[in-house]
């Protein structure tokens, strides 16, 4: 391999000689006349070219330790790619990577060789053409010296010419001829002198061109050492980045080698163990051969076993198949019979729902005959702007909703309720009417009919009696009602008046004034709170042609002002006054509702306008409707609940059957029929007490009077009355009224044993109810006719 120093430092000597042989003939030239500026800038350019000499060997001395500290990591690198390739197996891999690696070095020097080669060449063509020109210097040089020479001599020779011819003039005119003589050597002074110059301006201008030429050189040399510096650092760079790449690479293909290495290491050990389990396989599988021969002829003898109780089974087979055959005919019989006993069943099933139908039908007419208020239950969904809020009703059924207590949690938070129905956040103003169309019609028919909404302000009783934008025939609950005619009633409402009407959309007009001049006021519970209770009496008179019975029905539509806790409408002022008058006609309502449920001798009617309004329908013989709003909302638990137990009270009233107005010919006859039939009733009633009375007197000796025996039938039989009326509805209901009402234990157990003691025949109470319906009376007005 070449060094470096050996390499490129050899132009730039030869260069270095060069200008030295230029500057020592400068100096010689000096001593022989050369001006001192031509020697001045050869030094300087000697000089140069030194320092340039010294950088250049400088820079190439660090390039070589460059390219050998390289060449020494490639060794190593090599080195440890030969100790992994002994080590392993595929040692191939590495001395193939090793080899190309080897030929892109031996590539990178071979053309870093070129290059230098080429450098070298173009220095040798410097240097041959300084040469040359110090040839051509040295000859114009050498040849001015020659002229200088020549004309130093015949200077001389003149001047000896002139010394002779001066020393024989000197004789004839000394005088006159050394002045021409003088005359003739300033002359040939002048012009050597003139020729000196000439001779010293064509140096300056050579020396010029030289100088030039020398800075072109020196230019052409900076850009040559340039380009060569730009090309190594690229060089370098590359080299530098290659040596990365590799570096990287061997790390990897190294890591590569060692996961291999564990791998074929595992594998050798698996295998090794393998190796060691086929040998044992090898050794247990003669055995297990032995084992299955043996086992084999076991088999054998097996199968001839089975084969011949196979025969036997076929045998056997072929009997039980005729007894299947026997079995299946016998079996299609019973299916067929199966079928004809299905039918009934199918035909039962299809009636079902009929039945179902019919059953609620003749739920309802009990209830009708019972006389209860009809207790309704709707649950006003939540205003779009408070959907998130939470619900208190845990469940919405049919019949029943269970609401619970946000401050208590588990089963004791809850507690549901038993109404006739409960309608449900979604269900629509339509649902509500097809449920209670009957009801409304039966006005038709002559019975007085009251609709009455009951809750809290804000839970939506107006919206339940009128629908959302007020009375209009697609909303309101109400409105097929038709033959309308008004009847003149002396209302007990001061103001209050009295239209006639002929069509349905006359009650609407007359509902929509009414609603319009009813007092409506904004509270922190309901922008639009109901400020007044609201009360439709519409009077309705028909007449049957066909019969001539003629009949008068009432439908009132009552939809009261809201119950409410001031603090939470928090009205002041107007409003306040309003709501105390709200709650106080409330509460007297309540007081009503509290004395007919106790079946109380005095029941408070007189105590407000409402109630008084309320009475006919109350505790006279109309069908009541009481819808119950609630808000299914947190905040409103205490008022619902308090709406809820309110409800569960007024659904225990009895009012007795309705009475209808109508009176035809059919039920003239009828009502002579029921009192020919008291009649003998009650004959037959005399005979029993007096055959009771007789018994009684041979077992007894003190006789009960005759006069006092009816009056004792007549207290039993009323005390029955009692129980029996008690049982069919207090008792469920006066468990309720002991919640809310603090009505004890205690009370009511009292009035359960005087039921289990009056000893009353079921018999009994059915020829009661029968009897109320036919005349239809009321049960405590069928006991004072008694
Ligand atoms: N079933 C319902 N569906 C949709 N919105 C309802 C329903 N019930 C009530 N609302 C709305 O709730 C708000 C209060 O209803 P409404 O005025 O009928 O209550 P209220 O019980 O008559 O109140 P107040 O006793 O204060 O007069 C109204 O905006 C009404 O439209």
């Not at 790390?251 to 295998?271: D, F, H, M, R």
């Amino acid at each position: 391999m070449m060094t470096s120093d050996s390499l490129d430092t050899a132009p730039t000597q030869s260069l270095l000689t060069v200008v030295n042989g230029i500057l020592e003939e400068s100096v010689e030239r000096r001593n022989g006349e050369i001006p001192h500026r031509v020697a001045c800038l050869l030094k300087k350019v000697t000089q140069e070219l030194e320092r340039r000499m010294s950088t250049q060997a400088e820079h190439l001395r660090t390039q070589n330790n460059l390219f050998k500290a390289r060449e020494e990591k490639y060794q190593s690198r090599i080195r440890v790619l030969e100790a992994l390739a002994s080590g392993t197996k595929d040692g191939s891999e590495v001395k193939k990577i090793k080899e190309e690696q080897k030929k892109l070095d031996e590539n990178a020097v071979i053309r870093l060789i070129k290059e230098q080669e080429n450098k070298n060449l173009e220095i040798s063509a410097f240097k041959i053409e300084l040469e040359t020109a110090k040839r051509t210097y040295g000859l114009q040089f050498s040849q001015l010296e020659e002229e200088t020479k020549c004309a130093k001599e015949e200077f001389t020779l003149k001047a000896q010419e002139h010394e002779h011819q001066l020393q024989e003039l000197r004789e004839e005119d000394k005088n006159l001829e050394i002045s021409a003589l003088k005359h003739e050597l300033e002359t040939t002074k002048k012009t050597y002198e003139e020729r000196c110059s000439l001779l010293e301006e064509e140096y300056e201008h050579r020396l010029e061109e030289y100088e030039h030429r020398l800075e072109e050189f020196r230019n052409e040399a900076e850009r040559i050492e340039e380009e060569r510096k730009k090309a190594d650092e690229r060089e370098i760079n590359r080299l530098m980045k290659e040596h990365e790449d590799n570096k990287f690479e061997i790390s990897s293909l190294k890591e590569e080698l060692e996961t291999t290495k564990e791998t074929y290491e595992v594998k050798c050990s698996q295998l090794e163990e393998l190796k060691n389990k086929v040998k044992e396989l090898e050794v247990s599988s003669e055995s297990k051969y032995q084992k299955w021969k043996m086992k084999m002829n076991q088999l054998q003898t097996v199968v001839e076993f089975q084969f011949s109780s196979l025969q036997r089974m076929k045998l056997s087979w072929e009997s039980m198949k005729q007894s299947v055959v026997k079995e299946q005919t016998a079996y299609a019989e019973e299916w067929e019979r199966l079928g004809a006993n299905l039918k009934p069943m199918a035909l039962a099933a299809a009636n079902y729902h009929a039945l179902l139908a019919e059953n609620k039908k003749l739920f309802n007419e009990i209830q009708e005959l019972k006389g209860n208020i009809r207790v309704y239950c709707r649950v006003r969904p939540f205003l779009s702007e408070k959907k998130e809020k939470q619900s208190i009703v845990e469940h919405i059924g049919e019949n029943d909703l269970v609401v619970a207590n946000p401050s208590k949690e588990g089963k004791d938070a809850l507690r549901s309720f038993k109404f006739n129905r409960v309608f449900g956040h979604a269900t629509t103003q339509a649902e509500v009417y097809s449920d209670i169309q009957s009801l409304i019609r039966s006005v038709l028919d002559g019975y007085n009919v009251c609709i009455c909404a009951y809750g809290q302000t804000g839970s939506g009783k107006t919206y339940t009696m009128t629908g959302p934008n007020g009375a209009t025939s697609e909303t309101i609950v109400f409105f097929p009602l038709i033959f309308l005619q008004s009847l003149p009633n002396g209302l007990a409402v001061p103001d209050a008046s009295l239209f006639p009407v002929k069509t349905p959309p006359d009650v609407l007009k007359l509902m929509d004034i009414g609603l319009k001049n009813r007092a409506i006021g904004a509270t922190a519970m309901n922008e639009r709170s109901s400020r007044s209770h609201s009360v439709v009496s519409i009077h309705v008179r028909g007449k049957d042609s066909k019969t001539g019975s003629t009949m008068v029905g009432n439908l009132h539509l009552v939809d009261l002002a809201g119950s409410e806790r001031v603090d939470r409408s928090e009205v002041i002022g107007d409003r306040l006054k309003e709501a105390q008058h709200i709650n106080k006609s409330l509460a007297a309502l309540g007081d009503v509702i509290f004395a007919l449920s106790q079946k109380s001798p005095h029941v408070p009617y007189r105590n407000s306008k409402l109630t008084q309004l309320l009475q006919t329908s109350l505790g006279g013989q109309a069908k009541t409707l009481m819808f119950f709003q609630i808000n299914s909302d947190v905040s409103s638990y205490s008022e619902t609940l308090s709406t809820l137990k309110f409800a569960e009270r007024v659904a225990g009233i009895e009012l007795g059957a309705a009475r209808s107005s109508k009176e035809g010919k059919d039920v003239r006859e009828l009502m002579e029929q029921v009192s020919s039939l008291k009649s003998a009733l009650l004959a037959k009633d005399e005979d029993i007490e007096r055959l009771q009375l007789l018994k009684g007197s041979n077992r007894k000796r003190n006789l009960i009077p005759r006069s006092g025996s009816s009056k004792h039938f007549d207290d039993h039989m009323h005390q029955n009355d009692f129980s029996h009326q008690y049982e069919l509805s207090g008792g469920e209901i006066g468990k309720h009224i002991a919640e809310t009402s603090g009505f004890t234990d205690s009370d009511f157990d009292g009035r359960s044993s005087d039921l289990s003691d009056s000893g009353i025949a079921p018999g009994t109470e059915t020829d009661g109810s029968e009897n109320s319906s036919i005349t239809g009376g009321t049960k405590s007005s069928e006991k004072m006719e008694r």
